[in-house]
């Protein structure tokens, strides 16, 4: 039978206890009750919550092996009949694991789909401490961003402050619009701590001697600032420049496959002779970059992904682009002259102004393509 975990509301999810789902609702609420040592036996008034926030009340809402959480209405709620409507602009006190906040009512339930929403609805009146303050049992470090959130629509944090914490409390409460600027917060704080810097690539650089081989495989180097530096020669297989600037920066002879380049920066870069055979270059921008071919060392690009790609101005002369995924991409005014598109995926791509002299487009799809009377068109079967 399907197993899920129940955890007391406030409590973590270490605390929790394994139940099996009966066979109704009523069955599950009781087995609730019975593992987290409820007040009512019967689980009558609990009220089921999944990590998103949402309530639910029927069986078929539950998933396998999730995370769910019990607030026992007969210990933070008073009757219903007694509770009294609250103005949406009325000044609520919020008593947050011994810390006291005032807000209103109003941006209590701004998001409607929220716990806090809920819990501050009309027909319901919290439990209170002594002083008339609402109880909740949480973390007031990490409630008071979401606080302020709901507030402004803004998140603003203080970089000591835990972005992991507020992202669970978030989840926790079910506040669903502010989790996607907190895991890009976590992203880039996360990629800030396994990264080099500038200066130290820098150092690095300097201290190789001309005649001496770099090796960079495998190198996360994810958002960092490499503009302008000369990183030609080096190999970097497999490595992780994801949002990287590399604008400017010398990539000629680079071993670049099978490379996360994805969001990179790489106007006006030099390319000539790298391999980025299997790479991936989705959403990255090329504008100007050379990939010509120099003298039979041409830039490889077979089978990289370069969907939504900008190579606007760029220079692709004889470049090897076999089966490349260029969906998207925009080649606006590119030099394509002589280069290799035999079997790429050219659909949406906007070729404006393109010059496709001598390009092999054998196999190739150009299904919605955007040509115009500007684009040089000349293809080898």
Same mark, same amino acid.
């Given at each position: 039978s399907m197993t899920v975990r129940v955890c007391r509301n406030g409590s973590l999810r270490c605390d929790g206890k394994t139940v099996n789902v009966p066979d109704t609702w009523e069955q599950f609420l009781q087995e609730c009750a019975k593992q987290l040592a409820i007040r009512s036996a019967s689980g009558a008034g609990c009220r089921v919550y999944n990590t998103d926030g949402g309530e639910l009340s029927s069986l078929e809402e539950i998933l396998p092996d999730e995370t769910l959480f019990i607030l026992d209405a007969s210990e933070l709620f008073t009757d219903r009949k007694q509770?009294?409507?609250? +103005?949406?602009?009325?000044?609520?006190?919020?008593?947050?694991?011994g810390t006291i906040f005032t807000t209103t009512r109003d941006t209590l339930i701004r998001d409607p789909n929220?716990?806090? *929403?809920?819990?501050f609805g009309r027909?319901?009146?919290?439990?209170?401490?002594?002083?008339? *303050?609402?109880?909740?049992?949480r973390t007031p470090e990490y409630f008071e961003p979401l606080l302020n959130f709901l507030r402004s629509g803004k998140l603003v944090m203080s970089d000591k402050r835990n972005a992991e914490g507020v992202f669970l409390e978030a989840q926790y409460f079910g506040v669903t619009s502010v989790l996607a600027p907190l895991q890009e917060m976590i992203r880039s704080k996360v990629m800030a701590e396994?990264?080099?810097?500038?200066?130290?690539?820098? !150092?690095?650089?300097?201290?190789?001697?001309?005649n001496v081989s770099l090796r960079g495989q495998g190198m996360e180097l994810g958002g960092l600032d490499l503009s302008h530096l000369d990183l030609s020669n080096i190999n970097w297989k497999m490595s992780d420049f994801e949002g990287a600037n590399?604008?400017?920066?010398?990539? =000629?002879?680079?071993?670049? !496959?099978?490379?996360?380049? /994805?969001?990179?920066?790489? !106007?006006?870069?030099?390319?000539r002779g790298a391999n980025l055979q299997n790479a991936n270059l989705e959403g990255a921008n090329l504008r100007g970059a050379l990939l010509e071919d120099r003298g039979g060392l041409r830039a490889n690009l077979e089978g990289a +992904?370069?969907?939504?790609?900008?190579? $606007? =101005? /760029?220079?692709? /002369?004889?470049?090897?682009?076999?089966?490349?995924?260029?969906?998207?991409?925009?080649?606006?005014?590119?030099?394509?002259?002589? *280069?290799?598109?035999?079997?790429? $995926?050219?659909?949406?791509?906007?070729?404006?102004? *393109?010059?496709?002299n001598k390009a092999n487009l054998m196999g190739a799809n150009l299904r919605k393509a955007n040509f115009d009377i500007r684009t040089t068109v000349s293809s080898r079967q």
């Amino acid at each position: 039978s399907m197993t899920v975990r129940v955890c007391r509301n406030g409590s973590l999810r270490c605390d929790g206890k394994t139940v099996n789902v009966p066979d109704t609702w009523e069955q599950f609420l009781q087995e609730c009750a019975k593992q987290l040592a409820i007040r009512s036996a019967s689980g009558a008034g609990c009220r089921v919550y999944n990590t998103d926030g949402g309530e639910l009340s029927s069986l078929e809402e539950i998933l396998p092996d999730e995370t769910l959480f019990i607030l026992d209405a007969s210990e933070l709620f008073t009757d219903r009949k007694q509770s009294t409507a609250i +103005n949406d602009d009325a000044w609520v006190r919020l008593n947050v694991g011994g810390t006291i906040f005032t807000t209103t009512r109003d941006t209590l339930i701004r998001d409607p789909n929220s716990m806090l *929403a809920k819990m501050f609805g009309r027909d319901w009146e919290s439990k209170k401490d002594v002083t008339g *303050a609402y109880l909740l049992d949480r973390t007031p470090e990490y409630f008071e961003p979401l606080l302020n959130f709901l507030r402004s629509g803004k998140l603003v944090m203080s970089d000591k402050r835990n972005a992991e914490g507020v992202f669970l409390e978030a989840q926790y409460f079910g506040v669903t619009s502010v989790l996607a600027p907190l895991q890009e917060m976590i992203r880039s704080k996360v990629m800030a701590e396994r990264s080099l810097t500038r200066r130290e690539m820098t !150092q690095v650089l300097l201290a190789c001697p001309s005649n001496v081989s770099l090796r960079g495989q495998g190198m996360e180097l994810g958002g960092l600032d490499l503009s302008h530096l000369d990183l030609s020669n080096i190999n970097w297989k497999m490595s992780d420049f994801e949002g990287a600037n590399l604008s400017r920066t010398n990539l =000629d002879n680079a071993m670049l !496959q099978e490379a996360n380049l /994805s969001a990179a920066n790489l !106007q006006y870069a030099s390319l000539r002779g790298a391999n980025l055979q299997n790479a991936n270059l989705e959403g990255a921008n090329l504008r100007g970059a050379l990939l010509e071919d120099r003298g039979g060392l041409r830039a490889n690009l077979e089978g990289a +992904n370069l969907k939504e790609a900008i190579l $606007d =101005d /760029s220079n692709c /002369s004889g470049a090897n682009l076999r089966a490349a995924n260029m969906r998207g991409c925009s080649l606006e005014n590119a030099n394509l002259l002589r *280069a290799d598109l035999a079997g790429a $995926d050219l659909e949406n791509t906007n070729l404006r102004g *393109a010059n496709l002299n001598k390009a092999n487009l054998m196999g190739a799809n150009l299904r919605k393509a955007n040509f115009d009377i500007r684009t040089t068109v000349s293809s080898r079967q």
